[in-house]
């Protein structure tokens, strides 16, 4: 239902004002960005005490909060650093939530009517760690239950050094061995206490929607597995944040990390389930029309000063590169540590799920959904400080700021609903801002006026330079009946290219691998970790093994392996069951065997992008395996 949202009266707006003030909130110091990260992370709630977890399995090191601060990291200002504990890329992510609730409760005017109601978080947390028991009562956010949880299938035997030195945010010469042991008690603890009832994450091998002995954590065939969960039900919290009471909302975080695997090395991936639960005063009718989710980042790429951003409609692409620091194509940063200055996307792989056509199918909880539809980003917006970035917002109103952005509208004048679109560089409306290619200067590109200074030759000369960036990915409008639950799927992807524009060309390439495998991601992980027979030891099998890489471009490789010498045969077919190439047609000995294919037809031509299959023939016995090419 579609409700007209009114403005708030006077009197209630000054009552939010005045309990607003009196309310205490987690100080959250800001080291390397500007004051008005610093003026929206201080006004606050009562004192908690906020758990962290990390993930440094493969290339990123992330920092995570119980309160759902993803990425922060309260010591150096970045809780995301690429490569591994140098620089570093995200100041903080979390998700915010913007729709008419109509749950009996009474109205900005006193009436009991559809209120347009914001909550989740940005720098500070509207919410409390800890879930929801049942309807209007959440766990105790102080509580052991209550936090971080973290898995990884080798924590008897690994080396964890690593981990201890991210997690505490110290040099890895000064982990001790009683750290280390401290650790691998730490990670067994998380174990035994693995909160699958409440919707962590295991591998449930007998299919009866439990975790038995000897059923493990972790989703996907993960190297390491992070999960908690929070609720909006402190009212203090909630109005902190926006202004606005309690929806009654537990929000499940997993984030999750490949090791060694191809084209997953610089990826991290973020499930984010929504649980409508309801408050205690809350009826049993409860209802929220208009529903907006927005994944909100503010990356900081080293300096974090002088970024630039953009999003990409097709591929569902947010992303931040670095300007330049006087002509040299470097953040300071990263050009005193000697390291191209790198790139971070964050790509919605699966948005929230709604009705479709009989046809459709959907992805949810990595199985397929017949007759349902995942929504796409719905607009991408990028703020930078200063140019309607809504921190100067007022809380008593700062849900109009955010139901005007998340439908892709301007953040401007948002003390009121409007519908004012942003303007492209035709002056053109868009709700996908900057869409154009920073490497080649094409389209629509963010920039910034800076100051004059002067280049290397000392000639005065007139740049544009980037400033503190925020991404907004909105996604909807859906709606919630209570007990529905909705999730989203992103990934965090870091590129290292020569040039800091190029690194938008290479983020928009991995975003097609990534998006080319997901959600067959335990399929893919598994794919490189079962051992291949040894070609001076002959198979006693007839197989055919995954092609490296897979997405590929424009090559890859394929093995396979015979157990007898006889003729045998290879090759590549299409969708339709066209035989597009034949790689091998003849006698071969037993054993493991290697053969390239490098994308091209039977004459020679290139065939595009899609989904080839190819099929081995020996004896009257076939296999076939399921290839992706990627132009």
């Known amino acids: 239902m579609e409700v007209a949202v009114r403005p708030r009266h006077l009197v209630f707006s000054l009552v ?49 909060r119980n309160d759902g601060i993803v990425g922060y990291d309260s010591a150096k200002g970045h809780g995301l650093t690429y490569p591994l504990q140098y620089g570093g ?41 800890g879930g929801i028991i049942q309807k209007g009562i959440a766990e105790n956010s102080e509580s052991d239950a209550a936090r971080v949880f973290r898995y990884r299938p080798d924590y008897l035997t690994a080396d964890l050094t690593l981990d201890v030195a991210s997690l505490k945010d110290i040099d890895k010469a000064a982990v001790t061995r009683a750290m280390v042991v401290a650790m691998r008690e730490s990670y067994g603890k998380d174990l035994i206490e693995w909160p699958w009832q409440r919707g962590a994450p295991y591998v449930d091998k007998n299919c009866n929607r439990r975790m038995d002995p000897g059923e493990p954590p972790g989703l996907e065939n993960a190297s390491q597995v992070v999960w908690f969960s929070y609720n909006d ?45 309801g408050t205690a005063v809350g009826l049993a009718t409860s209802a929220i029309d208009s529903l907006y989710l927005t994944q909100w980042v503010d990356p900081d790429i080293g300096g974090g000063s002088n970024d630039l951003g953009g999003c990409d409609s097709v591929l569902g692409l947010a992303y931040a590169y ?25 790509v919605l792989l699966q948005g929230p799920l709604v009705d479709g056509q009989s046809h459709d199918k959907a992805i949810f909880d990595f199985s397929v959904r017949q007759g349902k539809q995942n929504l796409p980003l719905s607009s991408c917006l990028v703020h930078m ?16 700021f955010a139901w005007n952005t998340a439908r892709g509208y301007s953040g401007q004048g948002s003390s009121l609903p409007h519908t004012r679109p942003y303007l492209d560089h035709e002056q053109r409306a868009s709700k996908f801002m900057y869409y154009g290619d920073p490497a080649s200067g094409s389209g629509w590109i963010a920039s910034r006026p800076n100051h004059f200074w002067y280049d290397n030759s000392s000639l005065l000369n007139s740049s544009y330079a980037g400033g503190d960036v925020r991404l907004h990915m909105n996604m909807g409008p859906f709606s919630l009946a209570l007990g529905d639950t909705q999730e989203i799927v992103v990934a965090m992807i870091a590129s290292h290219a020569p040039t800091a524009a190029e690194n938008v060309t290479w983020l928009r390439n991995r975003t097609k691998y990534v998006k080319a495998i997901y959600p067959n991601l335990g399929e893919y992980a598994a794919s490189f970790v079962t051992g291949v027979p040894d070609a001076h030891n ?38 339709l069951g066209r035989e597009v190439r034949v790689l091998h047609d003849g006698s071969l000995d037993a054993g493991v065997h290697q053969v390239t294919w490098d994308g091209r037809s039977s004459i020679g031509i290139p065939v595009p992008s899609g989904v080839y299959f190819c099929r081995l023939v020996q004896e009257g016995r076939q296999l076939s395996q399921k290839l992706l090419l990627v132009r």
């Open 16 to 64: 939010i004002l005045l309990s607003t003030c009196f309310s205490t909130l987690i100080a959250i110091a800001q080291t390397s960005a500007s004051n008005s990260k610093s003026c929206d992370a201080s006004a606050g709630t009562v004192a908690l005490t906020i758990q962290t977890g990390s993930l440094n399995i493969n290339h990123l090191w992330l920092k995570v």
């Open 89 to 129: 890329l995200l100041y903080a992510d979390n998700l915010m939530w913007v729709g008419k609730v109509y749950d009996g409760q009474l109205s900005a005017s006193f009436m009991p009517m559809p209120e347009l109601r914001t909550g989740g978080g940005a720098y500070k947390a509207g919410v409390r760690p």
């Open 233 to 277: 039900l402190n009212e203090s919290a909630s109005k902190s944040f926006a202004g606005d009471i309690p929806i009654g909302f537990e929000v499940q975080v997993t984030l999750w990390a490949y090791s060694g695997i191809p084209n997953l090395d610089d990826v991290i991936f973020k499930r984010t389930r929504l649980i409508y639960k």
């Open 322 to 346: 670095n300007r330049t620091y006087q002509g040299s194509d470097q953040d300071t940063v990263y050009k005193t540590l000697k390291l191209s200055t790198p790139g971070l996307g964050y």
């Open 385 to 400: 400080t200063g140019l309607a970035d809504g921190l100067g917002v007022p809380t008593g109103v700062r849900d109009y």
């Open 538 to 575: 002959p198979p006693r099998e007839f197989a055919l093994y995954q092609n490296f890489p897979n997405p590929f471009n424009p090559s890859t490789q394929i093995k396979f392996s015979l157990p007898v010498a006889a003729p045998a045969r290879l090759a590549i077919f299409d969708m």
